[in-house]
């Protein structure tokens, strides 16, 4: 089963250059090498901050767009992994060892198989 982990932090996450940055990426170096090491395929990027997002809407066929994230929130979708696993409870393990669960939250869902 394929599952997508959506990967939101906060405003304690390290940022790059700031304190526990390094740590933070050597943790994302070692969980990347743990997925690979289950011989199934994964993919996996971090988004670019909220400020850069753009929200799309259409209502009664005119296109509106807005900038920014869609919600007000305190917490924002940082990252994803895209990983393949045997149930529910594996893809839970790994959500549990993306570092910046720390930070945030890792939301888990299933891909919808059409």
């Known amino acids: 089963m394929r599952f997508m982990l959506l990967i939101h932090s906060d405003e304690t ?3 790059p250059g700031g ?4 740590e933070l990426m ?10 690979a090491s ?4 994964f993919t996996g ?3 670019a901050p909220p400020d850069t997002a753009t929200t799309v809407r259409v ?3 005119e296109t509106l767009t807005v900038d920014g994230p869609f919600a007000e929130t305190k917490e924002w ?3 994803y992994y895209l990983i393949e696993a045997e149930n529910l409870d594996q893809a839970l393990a790994a959500a549990g060892m993306i570092p910046s669960a720390r ?9 919808a198989e059409m």
């Open 103 to 111: 930070y945030g939250s890792v939301e888990v869902r299933p891909v």
């Open 19 to 22: 304190p526990g940055w390094d």
């Open 13 to 15: 996450h390290p940022v």
């Open 77 to 79: 979708m940082s990252g």
């Open 45 to 47: 990027d971090p988004l």
């Open 38 to 41: 289950y011989g199934k395929p």
């Open 26 to 35: 050597a943790g994302y170096g070692a969980f990347s090498e743990e997925l």
């Open 59 to 61: 209502r009664d066929g």
